[in-house]
């Protein structure tokens, strides 16, 4: 099952128009979810009570909205809508548990117009006890492409495994991108090393997946910001060589979700709050 979450705004649904079609592709179910206070969920007596219903109609609302623009995308899905009692951000991660993947907007309602990514997106991703999709629209000229961003962790195993399986499912061309500070020389930039090593056991199990690797001098970032540019889809692992344990985000997923071009899925590696 994949797990959307929605709040009305334009960026909840477009993560659930997203998840819909992600989840035509692999075949589940779709979960829309809702966040509200806890208190709004059950209250059917006292002074607060009408407020209550109020808020859980607005719930409501917010669901069949969302559920209305996926059964356009993806009519012969199955879906489901529930409200979340709790704060978003604990609500999403709790929902998240036993799910194939959780879908959710690059900001919200309430967001400041400058900032480029929302708290919950940034709260969720790398928390989550699945993938995190951070959806944001496709950008001009986007083309049948994944990106994904290895480093030579351990973590690249989770991390190669989605963007294989996703590319096989989108029938999309595979960039792998091995960016570093600095390459030792020519040799390691075009070869791929030790990146080829890596890629033999995808390839063999994937033979239809047709993959570019691309090992490229300079921060990682901005490297896979260029690479994602025309991208349909870029991958990382949440946290990469270097990363403190009590950092639930590295810096290159971090700077990824608030500048990157394209949707963004982030994996849960290593230990998690």
């Known amino acids: 099952m994949i797990v959307a979450g929605v709040d009305g705004s334009e960026a909840g649904l477009e993560a659930a ?5 992600e989840a035509a592709l692999r075949g589940t179910a779709l979960r829309l979810v809702h966040a509200m206070p806890a208190w709004a969920c059950e209250a059917e007596e006292g002074p607060y009570a009408e407020v209550a219903r109020w808020m859980r109609d607005g719930a409501d609302t917010v669901l069949n909205e969302a559920l209305e623009q996926v059964r356009q995308v993806a009519p012969d899905i199955e879906v489901t809508t529930e409200r979340l009692p709790g704060d978003p951000r604990p609500a999403l991660i709790k929902a998240s548990e036993g799910a194939e993947l959780l879908a959710v907007g690059n900001h919200g309602l309430g967001g400041f117009r400058g900032l480029l990514l929302g708290s919950v997106a940034l709260g969720v991703a790398g928390r989550a006890r699945c993938p995190v ?46 960016a570093k500070e600095s ?7 075009e070869q ?24 490229v001098p300079g921060h990682p970032v901005e490297v896979l910001l260029q690479a994602a540019s025309q991208a349909e889809l870029l991958v990382v692992g949440s946290r990469g060589r270097g990363g403190f344990s009590g950092l639930v985000l590295g810096s290159v997923s971090h700077g990824l979700l608030h500048h990157a071009p394209c949707p963004v899925v982030v994996l849960p590696t290593g230990r998690r709050d």
């Open 133 to 178: 999709a951070v959806v944001r629209p496709l950008p001009a000229g986007a083309r049948p492409q994944i990106v994904v961003g290895i480093d030579g962790a351990d973590s690249d195993v989770e991390t190669l495994r989605f963007a294989f399986a996703e590319a096989g499912l989108r029938r999309a061309h595979l960039v792998v991108v091995h």
């Open 17 to 21: 128009r997203w998840a819909a079609k």
């Open 192 to 215: 791929g090393q030790p990146v080829s090593g890596t890629l033999r056991e995808w390839l063999e199990r994937h033979p239809d997946v047709k993959v570019r690797e691309h090992g």
């Open 183 to 189: 390459l030792p020389g020519p040799a390691e930039a």
